[in-house]
């Protein structure tokens, strides 16, 4: 059976697996990614993560990586998290120590990737994925067209749709982003606004049942959560939200009551399935893996 590397490169973790013409996976590595230490150092790990596997199994690469991303030619035009990343050709870097092709693709999109190919959307013909973690990520696909990458390269940046007008500041250097009230850090915030005091979102969502004050910001934020997917469903008409990402971990908590504020606040909700991911850590992986296996076959 045929058999490609995926890869994840997160903030804190490279993860590279073995994945096969199924999407399972075969064989995992995980490596610290370094980022502060800047594109050489991160380059040096993403090698030693393929070298980590058997990997003259495979006959591709694809690589999941944060920012805006050409693509078609495997280039970072922008990432603030990893120095030096903003203008690296991706593709040809690891090609260089691997005799194989790589595939390069925004993070958010291979996760969509993921869920689409064995995933939570595997029937759906038009999805619009969020990822709910440290940031708010996008993703949207429509079967005729493909992902969404926009002119340049920036499509789906659903994070940064203005959700209060000079709202508060965003990492983008926008005012109101929904990333910076949607988020799973906008819980914390939040939080500290009404109270003094910092808690993480776990702790919050831990004891909204005796504390007034974190029941507070959690019927805020699944008021936040609606009104952000009520945009998205008017915009995009999808067949199916998907949403991932960390947050979804405590999703017993928070997700019936975002529902109901979303069926209150949409104008339409009878023909849209709001839905939880299928993979959390492994959508990385399987998505790239995904994209090495489409692309190596169309030659792109």
Known sequence: MDKVIGIDLGGTKINACLIDQDGNIVERNSIETEAKKGRDVV???????????????????????????????GIVTFAGN???????????????????PVFVENDANIALVAEKWIGAAKNAKDIVMITLGTGLGGAVYNEKGGLLSGSHFQGAELGHMILYPGGDYCTCGQHGC???????????????KLTGKDLTGEEILSRVNEDPKAMEVLETYQANLAYYLTSLRNIFDPEVIVIGGGV?????????????????????????????????????????????????????
């Open 82 to 100: 990893i120095d030096g990343w903003t203008g690296l050709n991706l593709k040809e870097a690891v090609e260089a120590f691997v005799d194989i």
């Open 178 to 192: 929904a990333e910076a009230y949607c988020a799973g850090t906008a819980l914390g915030k939040t939080y500290k």
């Open 248 to 300: 979804i971990n405590s999703k017993e908590v928070w997700w019936d009551g975002m529902i109901e504020k979303f069926n209150d606040f949409c104008n339409n909700t009878l023909n849209i399935s709001v839905i939880p991911a299928k993979f959390l850590n492994d959508a990385g992986v399987i998505g790239a893996g995904k994209i090495a296996f489409e692309r190596m076959n169309n030659g792109k």
């Open 43 to 73: 380059l040096s790990n993403i090698r030693k993560a393929i070298y980590g596997l058997d990997f003259k199994q495979a006959q591709a690469i694809g690589i999941g990586t944060p920012g805006f991303i050409d693509s078609e030619n």
